[in-house]
């Protein structure tokens, strides 16, 4: 008689990306403070000790939430770097896309939310934040002025963190209450402020093409 054979699992970098994509959604909808392993675990479709399994708390989960996040981010702003035949404004605008898309889905109370529960967690999201900034604002100056469509006289690093002191400011929740602006709204903005002052003669015209009012 034929062995009956056990039916096929999930292997375990497929269960964490699973838990994660279902975690981002739970955090970003609900919160922290709504935040339970029992209601993740359920949304699932799995047992909580197998949640347990890949992650030890709560807190674990969010933290490798906001990791994914900040590293897809690096990873399409790579990606869109790399696409030799774009120009850099047009390359600008594929970014401003990607970010407003992958920010439209955080609403300002549920900043708050994370700021007032869980201050640990929301400063490792300030520093996530700021780590992405001036990383892929860095880069991205760099292409734009070695496109000829930013001015060579402005320093990369220094513009970088200029501009991810001046995102962390108005990325605050008090701030963004304040301002009646989403986190998506707040970024688009912000390019269009920032980029206008940077660029050349030539590199204006054509973001005035890309960015129409």
């Known amino acids: 008689m034929e062995a009956q054979k056990n039916p096929p699992t999930e292997k375990k970098p497929a269960v964490r990306d699973r838990i994660l994509l279902q975690a981002k959604?739970?955090?970003?909808?609900?919160?922290?403070?709504?935040?339970?392993?029992?209601?993740?675990?359920?949304?699932?479709?799995?047992?909580?000790?197998?949640?347990y399994v890949h992650f030890p708390h709560k807190d674990a989960i969010i933290i490798s939430t906001i990791d994914k996040f900040a590293a897809g981010v690096r990873?399409?702003?790579?990606e869109i770097l790399l696409q030799l035949q774009v120009s850099f404004i047009e390359k600008l605008r594929g970014l401003a896309l990607t970010m407003i898309e992958r920010l439209g889905h955080i609403r300002p109370e549920i900043l708050r939310d994370i700021q007032r529960s869980a201050p640990h967690i929301y400063q490792y999201i300030d520093e996530a934040r700021s780590a992405s900034i001036s990383y892929t604002f860095g880069r991205f100056i760099e292409e734009g002025q070695?496109?000829?469509?930013?001015?060579?006289?402005?320093?990369?690093?220094?513009?970088?963190?200029?501009?991810?002191?001046?995102?962390?400011?108005?990325?605050?929740?008090?701030?963004?209450?304040?301002?009646?602006?989403?986190?998506?709204?707040?970024?688009?903005?912000a390019v269009r402020i920032f980029y206008t002052g940077l660029l050349t003669p030539r590199g204006q015209k054509e973001y005035e093409k890309n960015f129409p009012h």
């Open 25 to 51: 959604h739970h955090l970003f909808t609900l919160g922290y403070s709504a935040f339970t392993m029992d209601k993740l675990a359920s949304e699932l479709g799995m047992s909580k000790k197998t949640l």
């Open 75 to 78: 990873t399409e702003s790579d």
């Open 146 to 189: 070695i496109g000829g469509a930013v001015r060579n006289d402005m320093n990369p690093s220094f513009a970088g963190q200029f501009y991810m002191h001046a995102m962390q400011g108005m990325m605050n929740p008090v701030t963004l209450e304040r301002l009646k602006l989403t986190p998506a709204q707040t970024f688009d903005q």
